[in-house]
């Protein structure tokens, strides 16, 4: 199965700073996701990566930014971190076949508090 | 509105028993789902997939697509304490861009020892 890895694992923070979440996979996957995940809500997308160098935005994009410097590596980024932004975030690859059937792997999630 | 639904909320069964979960998508171009579990502190993992009217068995677990109907669904046998679980349907559409996934809430199964 798929290897996705996400660092850190737990982190808090404060209102107002800069937060970046950090993602690998192993697997040569070109697609790659950042997802939320919050009761009520799911999961909801909130960027994802064709492959090196493309970010594009998902539904929930607003006060994120992402970047893929490589194939393996994915970044969250939260410029100016607010409690609402509380949640755990997973990370997730996709894209061997390159078609509509493809399965995403999720990594183990990252729990982030904003103080 | 959720464009992927599912039901129950949540779910109590007494170990060895059928657990009976539905997914419904109110759009007609999603026409690729999957199931995800996810235990408690960890990632979701894909539990299968299904393209195709009709079932699909993969051990204990028998997924079922009714395209027409927009419906998923999902049954596990003779389940075990190892099944309780936070349960994801997921959907994509043909032509998705990024592949991009749409899920539904969850529906959280307890199986009683």
């Known amino acids: 199965e798929a290897a996705v890895t996400q660092s850190p694992r737990n982190k808090v923070a404060v209102t107002g700073g800069k937060v970046t979440l950090s993602c690998n996979q192993t697997n040569n996957h070109n697609n790659m996701y950042w997802y939320r995940q919050d009761t009520g809500h799911g999961l909801r997308l909130i960027h994802y990566?064709?492959?090196?160098?493309?970010?594009e935005k998902g539904d929930i994009p607003d006060g994120y930014k992402a970047s893929r410097p490589s194939q393996e590596n994915f970044s969250l980024i939260l410029e100016l971190a607010t409690p609402s932004q509380t949640s755990v975030y997973f990370c997730?690859?996709?894209?061997?076949?390159?078609?509509?059937?493809?399965?995403?792997?999720f990594g183990p999630g990252t729990r982030l508090l904003v103080l | 509105q959720q464009k992927v639904q599912q039901s129950p909320e949540s779910l109590s069964v007494p170990e060895g028993g059928m657990a009976s979960l539905n997914c419904t998508s109110s759009?007609?171009?999603?026409?690729y789902f999957w199931w995800y579990r996810q235990h408690s502190g960890e990632g979701p993992k894909a539990l299968m997939s299904i393209f195709s009217d009709g079932d699909k068995k993969e051990g204990r677990f028998t997924a079922h697509l009714n395209k027409a109907s927009l419906h998923v669904s999902l049954h596990i046998r003779d389940s075990q304490p190892s099944d309780s679980a936070l349960y994801f349907c997921?959907?994509?559409?043909?032509?998705?861009?990024?592949?991009?996934?749409?899920f539904g809430i969850g529906t959280r199964v307890l199986v009683r020892p």
């Open positions: 990566s064709y492959g090196a160098g493309s970010t």
């Open positions: 759009d007609r171009n999603f026409q």
């Open positions: 997730a690859s996709g894209g061997r076949l390159g078609g509509p059937q493809d399965t995403q792997y």
């Open positions: 997921a959907a994509r559409m043909t032509n998705s861009a990024g592949n991009k996934l749409t």
